[in-house]
Structures are given as structure tokens and as C-alpha cells.
T-cell receptor, first 112, second 113 residues
Framework: SQKIEQNSEALNIQEGKTATLTCNYTNYSPAYLQWYRQDPGRGPVFLLLIRENEKEKRKERLKVTFDTTLKQSLFHITASQPADSATYLCALGMDSSYKLIFGSGTRLLVRP | DTGVSQDPRHKITKRGQNVTFRCDPISEHNRLYWYRQTLGQGPEFLTYFQNEAQLEKSRLLSDRFSAERPKGSFSTLEIQRTEQGDSAMYLC???????????FGQGTRLTVV
């Protein structure tokens, strides 16, 4: 069956450390993968997109990797801040459709 | 504010009633999407419009659900004969043709009692 898995347990880290979140998928062949941030009671906000032919993308303190062999994406936040505390969602996109297929998200807590 | 706007933000309704939600996308965006999100889960795709044409519908969208985008601008999502299982956050998103990045609204939280 098709699955997208993100850590269901919250990730709790100290301010200044690097947060690494994982997104694994099964039985999908995505053309691209996106990461979104979602705060409680609000809609998701787009952060980064990485395509199947790209291995790494960076934007300020954010870095995303995409390994189509391992069927995995890693999302890194360097020099984390308490303001980074939120739920982070990965989403797969296919060539055949414009819909996004979301994982269930991982909650990140950054302690001051 | 020129972001995606949804109305209402919250709706409480009795089981069996009909409800309608509205979404105003970013004005130059051709594509409009509806998603549903329950607690602890990611958004689930419901349907997608390109301009006024509804191009894709999820199997989640039962015959009690209908969506329209009559002039290719705002969209409505109607749920008929609501059930308790319809309780969720209904999210609207829009994107520009040629761009896959989706801009989400704040959502409409539906509670069916």
C-alpha cells in the first residue's frame, strides 16, 4: 500500500541545535517533494520544494535532501530558534496530478 | 491582505444540516484546491479546479459533497446532510499556473454535533 511516514512523536531540541525531520514514502514515484510549516489553527505555509532530479536544496537556515533510492527526504533547520516550533509537513507531488499528498507531520519543539 | 481567504472560520452545525464554505483565492491564481484535515493528520486532497473547470476529485468526496468555482474566481464547498465524521478543518489553497507551490487559507473548522 502507499504510505508517507513522518515521525509521529514530537522532536524536542535545544535552541541553537540543528533539527532534522524525516519523511519516508512507500509505493510512490513523486516528481517533487515539498515541505510546509503549520502553526496551530492555521493553514500550512510553503517552505521548500525539491525535484526528483535534485539532491539538495537550501534556503537560509533550511536544507532539504531528497533520495529517490531510499525514498526519503530529510529536512534540516540549522541554528534552531524557539520561533521554529511548529508542525512540519512533507508533501509529495506527481506528474500526473496537481494534488499534493501530505504526511501526517512532525511537531518540532525548540527549547530556549 | 492579498492571501487566500476562507469564510467562515468556524461553523457548528447539527447533524443532517447542509453547510457551505467559501474560498477566495489569490486573485491571479488559476488553480484552486480543497483539502480536509483532521486532528493529528496532514491535509487530505478533496478536489481541484483550474479556472472554472473541476479537473480532479478524490474518492473521499462523496455524493454529499459538491464544489463549484463558477467564474474561475471564488469557490464554494457544500456538504449536504452533514455527519459527525465530517467534523474537520476544511482548507482551501491556490497556486499560479506553472507553479506547484500552494498558498493555503486559514481554513474553516467544521464541528457537527
Amino acid at each position: 500500500s502507499q504510505k508517507i511516514e513522518q515521525n509521529s512523536e514530537a522532536l524536542n531540541i535545544q535552541e541553537g541545535k540543528t533539527a532534522t525531520l524525516t519523511c519516508n514514502y512507500t509505493n510512490y514515484s513523486p516528481a517533487y517533494l515539498q515541505w510546509y510549516r503549520q502553526d496551530p489553527g492555521r493553514g500550512p505555509v510553503f517552505l521548500l520544494l525539491i525535484r526528483e532530479n535534485e539532491k539538495e536544496k537550501r534556503k537560509e537556515r533550511l536544507k532539504v535532501t531528497f533520495d529517490t533510492t531510499l525514498k526519503q527526504s530529510l529536512f534540516h533547520i540549522t541554528a534552531s530558534q524557539p520561533a521554529d516550533s511548529a508542525t512540519y509537513l512533507c508533501a509529495l507531488g506527481m506528474d500526473s496530478s496537481y494534488k499534493l499528498i501530505f504526511g501526517s507531520g512532525t511537531r518540532l519543539l525548540v527549547r530556549p | 491582505d492579498t492571501g487566500v481567504s476562507q469564510d467562515p472560520r468556524h461553523k457548528i452545525t447539527k447533524r443532517g444540516q447542509n453547510v457551505t464554505f467559501r474560498c477566495d483565492p489569490i486573485s491571479e491564481h488559476n488553480r484552486l484546491y480543497w483539502y480536509r484535515q483532521t486532528l493529528g493528520q496532514g491535509p487530505e486532497f478533496l478536489t481541484y479546479f483550474q479556472n472554472e473547470a473541476q479537473l480532479e476529485k478524490s474518492r473521499l468526496l462523496s455524493d454529499r459533497f459538491s464544489a463549484e468555482r463558477p467564474k474561475g474566481s471564488f469557490s464554494t464547498l457544500e456538504i449536504q446532510r452533514t455527519e459527525q465524521g465530517d467534523s474537520a478543518m476544511y482548507l482551501c489553497a491556490s497556486s499560479f499556473l506553472g507553479n506547484t507551490e500552494a498558498f493555503f487559507g486559514q481554513g474553516t473548522r467544521l464541528t457537527v454535533v
